[in-house]
């Protein structure tokens, strides 16, 4: 196939085509597992690549005023550049796994540039207020391989389970995902195992930090267990959780506990204060803020699925100073379901963020000390500048790898009233 290179300054320069293949300079990364590149002026989002490299791009996807290209030939390679360990994470195939051809340090390294790029485009603050933020992104006990405890796979029309390619439905068959947590890997459910799932859309594993492994087939949206328990347990906050085996929990066995240290350290409970959780799922950070407010304060749990509810009120049921709001947050806000002064209010919404007017109310509410949980940069991005416009900041901000592999970053912030400078550390206010 014939590789077209830039024009000549002063050319004509016809258009990218789909399926063509160009030779691209990249620049810098950017959100989503690509790098940037530009060809006669068009810019280009590009996979399977690394900052300064020369690639030769296949273009996947054409739209007004971008491309989107997989990098299938590598000219001249970045220092940070491996062979992907797994032979489906190639351009074409796999799209579970974004950057499987950089370094483990190089990836810690891609998303702490992702993290500050949305802070400063998305979340409206100067290079030097992300700069006194001393943003990075810090990696979990584990290793990069077998860390994933929950995984979804497709199923195709022939019935076999397999990983979606990037940006597609179609279903990739595999015989092994070496991200997945090694006891999944093991379960006889992929097509090296000759297993066939001809009734099912999906099938869901689960690996326990309990011990439990549980294989559970999707038909018609209804799950059934077919493999081990439909109830598993977890372990985190010192506590021993029950729910059902498909129920959200953190996919990698280290992020509740390591989530729950950093809001804890940032926010700094006191006995006696009073505390929301809100998008509170199963109750983690509930719990944690009861150990920490005691008998004599208060931990107010909002949740609108009903999966979440009644796990909450089953696990924290010990916990008297503990209540669970069944409601959507923005209506529990809204209508004063939840009442009364608050200190210290944790958020952990969906990927698309808390959003203005959840941001605002809880803001008005005149808590201490505000921690953010947030799976995606762009949509914490744009709850930062919310934050800002409201007088408040943001005063510290950690990073964490729970998704080696992947283009995925976990990010906790410490949001404080005033204009102080930021700071890594955490706050507390004497009662």
């Known amino acids: 196939m014939t590789t077209r290179r830039p024009a000549p300054t002063g050319a004509g320069r016809p258009g990218l085509e789909e399926a063509e293949r160009v030779e691209l300079t990249v620049d810098a990364v950017a959100p989503g597992g690509h790098c940037v590149a530009r060809f006669d002026g068009q810019v280009v989002f590009v996979r399977h690549a690394l900052p300064g490299e020369r690639v030769v791009a296949e273009v996947t996807e054409l739209h007004r005023g971008f491309a989107r290209a997989e990098a299938v030939e590598i000219l001249d390679a970045a220092p940070d550049r491996v062979e992907q360990p797994c032979p489906y994470a190639k351009p074409g195939r796999c799209?579970?796994?974004?950057?499987?051809?950089?370094?483990?340090?190089?990836?810690?390294?891609?998303?702490?540039?992702?993290?500050?790029?949305?802070?400063?485009?998305?979340?409206?603050?100067?290079?030097?207020?992300?700069?006194?933020?001393?943003?990075?992104?810090?990696?979990?006990?584990?290793?990069?391989?077998?860390?994933?405890?929950?995984?979804?796979?497709?199923?195709?029309?022939?019935?076999?389970?397999?990983?979606?390619?990037?940006?597609?439905?179609?279903?990739?068959?595999?015989?092994?995902?070496?991200?997945?947590?090694?006891?999944?890997?093991?379960?006889?459910?992929?097509?090296?195992?000759?297993?066939?799932?001809?009734?099912?859309?999906?099938?869901?594993?689960?690996?326990?930090?309990?011990?439990?492994?549980?294989?559970?087939?999707?038909?018609?949206?209804?799950?059934?267990?077919?493999?081990?328990?439909?109830?598993?347990?977890?372990?985190?906050?010192?506590?021993?959780?029950?729910?059902?085996?498909?129920?959200?929990?953190?996919?990698?066995?280290?992020?509740?506990?390591?989530?729950?240290?950093?809001?804890?350290?940032?926010?700094?409970?006191?006995?006696?204060?009073?505390?929301?959780?809100?998008?509170?799922?199963?109750?983690?950070?509930?719990?944690?803020?009861?150990?920490?407010?005691?008998?004599?304060?208060?931990?107010?749990?909002?949740?609108?699925?009903?999966?979440?509810?009644a796990a909450a009120r089953e696990n924290l049921g010990d916990l008297p100073q503990v209540e669970v709001v069944a409601a959507r947050v923005e209506t529990a806000l809204a209508r004063r379901r939840i009442t009364g002064p608050v200190d210290v209010v944790v958020l952990d919404p969906p990927r698309s963020g808390a959003?203005?007017?959840?941001?605002?109310?809880l803001l008005a509410a005149g808590p201490r000390a505000v921690a953010y949980v947030a799976c995606d940069p762009a949509a914490f991005a744009r709850d930062v500048r919310t934050v800002t416009a409201a007088g408040w900041r943001l005063a510290a901000l950690r990073g964490y790898d729970l998704f080696p592999m992947t283009q995925h970053v976990e990010l906790v912030g410490l949001f404080l009233p005033g204009d102080d400078p930021p700071s890594g550390r955490g706050v507390s206010r004497g009662r």
Not at 204 to 223: K, L, R, Y
Not at 355 to 361: H, K
């Open 95 to 309: 799209g579970g796994c974004d950057l499987q051809h950089v370094t483990p340090a190089g990836q810690l390294r891609w998303k702490t540039e992702v993290v500050r790029e949305q802070l400063t485009r998305l979340g409206g603050l100067t290079g030097a207020q992300v700069d006194a933020l001393g943003v990075t992104v810090a990696a979990l006990p584990g290793g990069p391989l077998g860390w994933r405890s929950r995984v979804r796979y497709a199923v195709d029309a022939a019935g076999r389970a397999g990983l979606l390619k990037h940006r597609s439905h179609e279903v990739v068959p595999i015989d092994r995902c070496l991200i997945a947590h090694p006891a999944i890997q093991e379960l006889p459910v992929l097509t090296g195992s000759g297993a066939r799932w001809p009734d099912a859309e999906a099938v869901e594993t689960v690996a326990s930090t309990g011990g439990d492994v549980t294989v559970a087939t999707v038909t018609e949206g209804a799950t059934a267990a077919v493999r081990g328990p439909d109830r598993v347990r977890e372990r985190a906050a010192g506590r021993e959780w029950s729910l059902p085996a498909t129920a959200f929990w953190q996919v990698h066995p280290a992020a509740a506990d390591t989530l729950i240290d950093a809001v804890l350290e940032l926010t700094d409970p006191q006995p006696g204060e009073r505390a929301w959780d809100l998008y509170g799922g199963a109750g983690l950070f509930a719990a944690a803020l009861a150990g920490r407010v005691g008998d004599a304060g208060r931990v107010v749990l909002v949740e609108a699925a009903g999966d979440g509810v």
């Open 355 to 361: 959003g203005a007017a959840v941001v605002r109310a």
